[in-house]
DNA sequence: ACGTACCATATACAGCTGTATCATAATACG
DNA sequence: CGTATTATGATACAGCTGTATATGGTACGT
């Protein structure tokens, strides 16, 4: 066997390096060549790692996926732990607004793949609609808790609150990429809206 | 002068081309000759009428944007003179979420362009926050009527209630074309929103 | 009538793309 | 210690892309 290396880390370097390129100058200029530059490694590892394009693509999607959820663990890892409804619905929208670097890249990297994926059947299903489900189950858990501490406004359905949470964010997030709206104007939004939930 | 043709018209034909071609098989997918073949035009043809293909992306998505507006001014006209407020959010909503073909085709495209929009300065600010920025006041002015005539909630805040509302159905309906929403669930979700509105 | 301005086609070209091939370095194990 | 296995490199290739060139037709103003 020759010089063992960690197939894992691997790619997950060439996949980050894939995003880097995404995120800056858009997922169409993603090709094998500038991933393997932005890596600063030969074509020929690109294609070692992952054999042909449609690999590295839906690869560096889940790896895109897994470390969003990272991310959230480690945001909610810093929240008390019986974390009171308000403030995980807080730190949710918060996270998904486009608010720093990494949240940025995040949204619009996400937003071209969900673009991908509404005319390619073999990108769409998978990555895309677990990951929200299972947020979708969270923040209706999270009203749930609340509406039985009676902190909530009379006669909402929590799983419609839900999916309009991560309805109205994601409108939100991708206005603010396209340049329609600033960070702020979408923040404010959302506290009315919170507003309304949290009378 | 030759055989005098209408420019803007043949224009439109090719930019109608595009738009099949990018909601057949993505954005990505639309080339010149993928155009011309669409079309059932020889290549040098587009090159002709739209000298350059960034041009022919710009051209075709303002002509996007005009085609919406001539379907929602259709479907304005459609209603009662002084129409509704409720009536006319109603409108807005069925028209933006991707419920018949039409209104899919455009989501899909607009939400391709809104991607490529967020790398590329060219293509941004001009054909997408204008159409939206119109939108939002349309929107702004049915509730302020609504509110006069004391049919809305009370304590509400019609700029953030119309933001609120182009977020929520853009998010939804990017949902459902991604194939993690059925249009009739969003539709209830739109529905739960309005009621929320109109008590 | 006719040639000039406009519309249209066919084809060429250089560059980039994904993929395949050939070659080579490095190492863990028998 | 040598050899099979894994990891990397260099390069070739066919196809597609945007753009440029060269050429043909056609309707009108004069």
């Known amino acids: 066997m020759p010089r063992t290396v960690d197939h894992a880390e691997r790619r997950a370097q060439l996949a ?11 997922l169409h200029a993603v090709t094998m060549r500038a991933v393997a530059e932005e890596a600063g490694v030969s074509l020929r590892l690109v ?9 590295l693509m839906l690869g560096a999607l889940r790896h895109l996926e897994t470390r969003s959820r990272q991310r959230w663990a480690d945001r909610l890892a810093e929240l008390p732990d019986p974390v009171p409804p308000r403030a995980f619905l807080e730190a949710f929208l918060a ?11 995040f949204h619009l990297v ?10 390619d059947p073999d990108l769409a299903t998978e990555p895309f609609t677990l990951g929200i489900d299972d947020l979708d189950r969270q923040l209706a858990d999270a009203l749930k808790r609340a ?17 309009r949470l991560i309805s109205l964010s994601h409108g939100l997030g991708t206005s603010v990429l396209v340049g329609q709206r600033t960070v702020d104007a979408a923040t404010e939004i959302v506290n ?8």
Request: aromatic share 10%; no cysteine.
């Open 16 to 26: 980050d390096a894939l995003v880097r390129v995404a995120a800056r100058d858009g």
């Open 47 to 55: 294609q070692y790692y992952f054999d042909t394009k449609a690999q």
């Open 110 to 119: 996400g937003t071209s793949y969900a673009a991908l994926a509404m005319t």
């Open 147 to 163: 509406q039985a501490d009676g902190k909530l406004a009379p006669g909402l359905d929590v799983t419609i609150e839900a999916a």
């Open 192 to 199: 009315y809206h919170l507003n309304q939930l949290f009378p």
């Open 95 to 105: 996270e998904a607004l486009p608010t720093d670097d990494q949240s940025r890249v």
